[in-house]
């Protein structure tokens, strides 16, 4: 094959199919095991005691080679990367518990301790210029050679208490306290504590219940917990340097550069939340309806923010802010119809949830160089708000308009505060990246050997940024592959694209569009062969069966698809499967 099929470009346009030239070859070995011992007290009923040991120690090793046949080996007389990762993942968990039921009392208690160790090691080369391929990446004639080197270990002691407590099925209590400690945090702060409770009324086992004959179960929910995240790495507490090597002369002389500010007051991120819920059943399981209540407020929250740069260093990781969390969900599960062997069930699900940031800096004012905003989402659309297209008979209107120096043809931007110019005030929040609510339906159809299944899945009230219809899409890169587009022309005053032209846009005001969408998820239909037919062939069960995915969708969003944040990812396919299912 050619090595460069574009000339006009020889470093950028590598051949696709050069990788069928590419030496890759990969080992990896894993063993996993899992053990428990568990140990009864013979003289107090009741009361266990388990140890669970759990490990998987995996080590790999994999070499890649470009030769002198491939755009990249060619330009550098051999390219080779070798990497060699050793990891080791283990878990113990010491578990006493204490059961035992007194007349219409049940009392269950139970402690635990554990440790979860993890540790990974890797120790990668990257070279260049070998005086031929035969070796391939075991050759160790290159002319450059960079090895690189890491370790990271982390690990995570949890102790735990809970005891659940039961009155003749009617009410139910559980009380738990959790504290648990992460390396990864700071000096000061490495152990949270996390308790919660959960409550539970039975109330379709009362006496007094009115409706038994038609209400099968009724279950009042109540829980208040709060809850710990780690979600930081290990050593982000930690300064930390980059390699900044320097040439001295004709030598290679290391240098560095700070690079992460250390914080050892890092600590948990902590969830206070409660939930109110409720399980109803009727009519023999006719109908089931689940729902939920729930309020979350999140406090010291692990966020990356931005800070001046003055001092190299333009980001930290600290424990800033308060958000509220809020919403209900709810499930309905009916059997629509259930006679002379023909059975429709459906369900449907519907959930609504809002979050906002309540408070960041303990100060109550918003965070501008972050797109943080008191009182809105975490996540917004923060931009300049797209007005339509200045047209040829706006040539007055634009002398005494915000953007005086603009032409017919270009974008008109929305003055939002009014002040008679366009500056970065004149940004603001588009839409919501938070959908209104979203839910699915499944229908279900049942007839002899026959089952038919067709699920719908929406979600409505979300604006995203459409960046398939983004001006700079050719001046990036020319030979980039763009969507069509129709631009504003004299001739044909389009008021929804501007002209053709670098500066018809000059401050890349972006395209929102509503992202809601209604889609055919899944459609699948199949037959479960007669038992008597198997006999014969010595089957247990085998079924037929076709399937199609992603076979509809009604939504106003131009991109690729409205469920998928990037729009130059692949987009989900429709697809089809089908075939038979035998079991022995």
């Given at each position: 094959?050619?090595?460069?099929?574009?000339?006009?470009?020889?470093?950028?346009?590598?051949?696709?199919?050069?990788?069928?030239?590419?030496?890759?070859?990969?080992?990896?070995?894993?063993?996993?095991?899992?053990?428990?011992?568990?140990?009864?007290?013979?003289?107090?009923?009741?009361?266990?005691?388990?140890?669970?040991?759990?490990?998987?120690?995996?080590?790999?090793?994999?070499?890649?080679?470009?030769?002198?046949?491939?755009?990249?080996?060619?330009?550098?007389?051999?390219?080779?990367?070798?990497?060699?990762?050793?990891?080791?993942?283990?878990?113990?968990?010491?578990?006493?518990?204490?059961?035992?039921?007194?007349?219409?009392?049940?009392?269950?208690?139970?402690?635990?301790?554990?440790?979860?160790?993890?540790?990974?090691?890797?120790?990668?080369?990257?070279?260049?210029?070998?005086p031929n391929d035969v070796l391939g990446y075991r050759s160790s004639l290159a002319t450059l050679n960079v090895s690189t080197a890491s370790v990271t270990e982390s690990k995570l002691v949890s102790q735990m208490g809970r005891v659940n407590y039961g009155y003749d099925d009617r009410y139910l209590a559980t009380l738990t306290t959790r504290r648990d400690g992460y390396s990864?945090?700071?000096?000061?702060?490495?152990?949270?504590?996390?308790?919660?409770?959960?409550?539970?009324?039975?109330?379709?086992?009362?006496?007094?219940?009115?409706?038994?004959?038609?209400?099968?179960?009724?279950?009042?929910?109540?829980?208040?917990?709060?809850?710990?995240?780690?979600?930081?790495?290990?050593?982000?507490?930690?300064?930390?340097?980059?390699?900044?090597?320097?040439?001295?002369?004709?030598?290679?002389?290391?240098?560095?550069?700070?690079?992460?500010?250390?914080?050892?007051?890092?600590?948990?991120?902590?969830?206070?939340?409660?939930?109110?819920?409720?399980?109803?059943?009727?009519?023999?399981?006719?109908?089931?309806?689940?729902?939920?209540?729930?309020?979350?407020?999140?406090?010291?929250?692990?966020?990356?923010?931005?800070?001046?740069?003055?001092?190299?260093?333009?980001?930290?990781?600290?424990?800033?802010?308060?958000?509220?969390?809020?919403?209900?969900?709810?499930?309905?599960?009916?059997?629509?119809?259930?006679?002379?062997?023909?059975?429709?069930?459906?369900?449907?699900?519907?959930?609504?949830?809002?979050?906002?940031?309540?408070?960041?800096?303990?100060?109550?004012?918003?965070?501008?160089?972050?797109?943080?905003?008191?009182?809105?989402?975490?996540?917004?659309?923060?931009?300049?708000?797209?007005?339509?297209?200045?047209?040829?008979?706006?040539?007055?209107?634009?002398?005494?308009?915000?953007?005086?120096?603009?032409?017919?043809?270009?974008?008109?931007?929305?003055?939002?505060?009014?002040?008679?110019?366009?500056?970065?005030?004149?940004?603001?929040?588009?839409?919501?990246?938070?959908?209104?609510?979203?839910?699915?339906?499944?229908?279900?159809?049942?007839?002899?050997?026959?089952?038919?299944?067709?699920?719908?899945?929406?979600?409505?009230?979300?604006?995203?940024?459409?960046?398939?219809?983004?001006?700079?899409?050719v001046n990036a890169n020319v030979s980039r592959n763009a969507t069509y587009q129709e631009y504003w022309t004299p001739t044909n005053g389009l008021t929804t694209y501007p002209a053709n032209s670098n500066t018809s846009n000059p401050l890349g005001v972006d395209f929102y569009e509503d992202a809601s969408f209604l889609r055919l998820k899944d459609l699948s239909l199949s037959?479960?062969?007669?038992?008597?037919?198997?006999?014969?062939?010595?089957?247990?069960?085998?079924?037929?069966?076709?399937?199609?995915?992603?076979?509809?969708?009604?939504?106003?969003?131009?991109?690729?698809?409205?469920?998928?944040?990037?729009?130059?990812?692949?987009?989900?396919?429709?697809?089809?499967?089908?075939?038979?299912?035998?079991?022995?």
């Amino acid at each position: 094959i050619l090595i460069n099929p574009w000339p006009e470009q020889p470093i950028n346009g590598a051949n696709p199919l050069e990788n069928l030239f590419v030496s890759d070859e990969a080992v990896n070995n894993r063993l996993f095991t899992a053990s428990y011992a568990q140990l009864s007290i013979p003289r107090i009923t009741g009361l266990t005691y388990r140890l669970n040991v759990g490990a998987a120690l995996t080590s790999s090793s994999s070499g890649r080679y470009y030769g002198r046949n491939t755009g990249t080996g060619f330009r550098s007389n051999g390219t080779a990367s070798t990497s060699n990762t050793v990891r080791n993942d283990w878990t113990v968990e010491n578990i006493a518990r204490y059961a035992r039921s007194f007349g219409r009392h049940s009392f269950d208690a139970t402690g635990l301790y554990s440790v979860q160790s993890s540790s990974l090691e890797s120790r990668d080369r990257d070279a260049q210029g070998f005086p031929n391929d035969v070796l391939g990446y075991r050759s160790s004639l290159a002319t450059l050679n960079v090895s690189t080197a890491s370790v990271t270990e982390s690990k995570l002691v949890s102790q735990m208490g809970r005891v659940n407590y039961g009155y003749d099925d009617r009410y139910l209590a559980t009380l738990t306290t959790r504290r648990d400690g992460y390396s990864g945090f700071g000096a000061n702060n490495k152990y949270g504590v996390f308790p919660s409770l959960a409550l539970a009324w039975n109330i379709s086992n009362e006496g007094f219940f009115p409706f038994k004959e038609s209400v099968d179960a009724l279950k009042f929910r109540f829980s208040s917990a709060r809850n710990g995240n780690q979600a930081i790495t290990p050593y982000q507490t930690l300064s930390q340097l980059s390699d900044r090597s320097y040439l001295n002369g004709d030598a290679s002389a290391p240098g560095y550069i700070p690079s992460t500010l250390g914080n050892p007051d890092l600590k948990w991120e902590t969830t206070a939340s409660t939930n109110l819920g409720m399980d109803l059943s009727m009519w023999k399981g006719r109908v089931a309806l689940t729902f939920d209540r729930y309020q979350a407020d999140t406090r010291d929250l692990l966020l990356s923010r931005s800070i001046s740069s003055v001092q190299g260093i333009s980001r930290i990781t600290q424990n800033i802010g308060q958000t509220a969390n809020w919403g209900w969900e709810t499930q309905l599960t009916t059997v629509n119809l259930d006679t002379r062997g023909i059975r429709w069930s459906t369900d449907l699900n519907v959930s609504v949830n809002r979050n906002s940031i309540v408070d960041l800096y303990g100060d109550g004012q918003s965070d501008l160089g972050n797109r943080w905003f008191i009182g809105k989402p975490i996540d917004v659309n923060y931009a300049y708000k797209f007005g339509g297209i200045w047209q040829t008979t706006d040539v007055e209107a634009i002398k005494t308009s915000a953007q005086p120096t603009a032409k017919p043809g270009d974008v008109k931007i929305v003055d939002v505060n009014g002040d008679g110019k366009i500056d970065p005030t004149d940004r603001t929040i588009i839409g919501s990246l938070q959908p209104r609510y979203s839910g699915g339906m499944t229908n279900t159809l049942k007839w002899k050997g026959f089952t038919a299944s067709a699920f719908l899945q929406t979600l409505q009230g979300v604006t995203r940024q459409n960046t398939l219809r983004s001006t700079s899409q050719v001046n990036a890169n020319v030979s980039r592959n763009a969507t069509y587009q129709e631009y504003w022309t004299p001739t044909n005053g389009l008021t929804t694209y501007p002209a053709n032209s670098n500066t018809s846009n000059p401050l890349g005001v972006d395209f929102y569009e509503d992202a809601s969408f209604l889609r055919l998820k899944d459609l699948s239909l199949s037959y479960e062969l007669p038992t008597s037919l198997l006999k014969r062939a010595g089957a247990q069960s085998a079924r037929l069966y076709i399937n199609g995915r992603n076979l509809w969708t009604k939504s106003e969003w131009t991109g690729m698809d409205p469920e998928l944040s990037s729009q130059r990812a692949i987009p989900l396919e429709r697809s089809f499967t089908g075939g038979v299912s035998i079991r022995y």
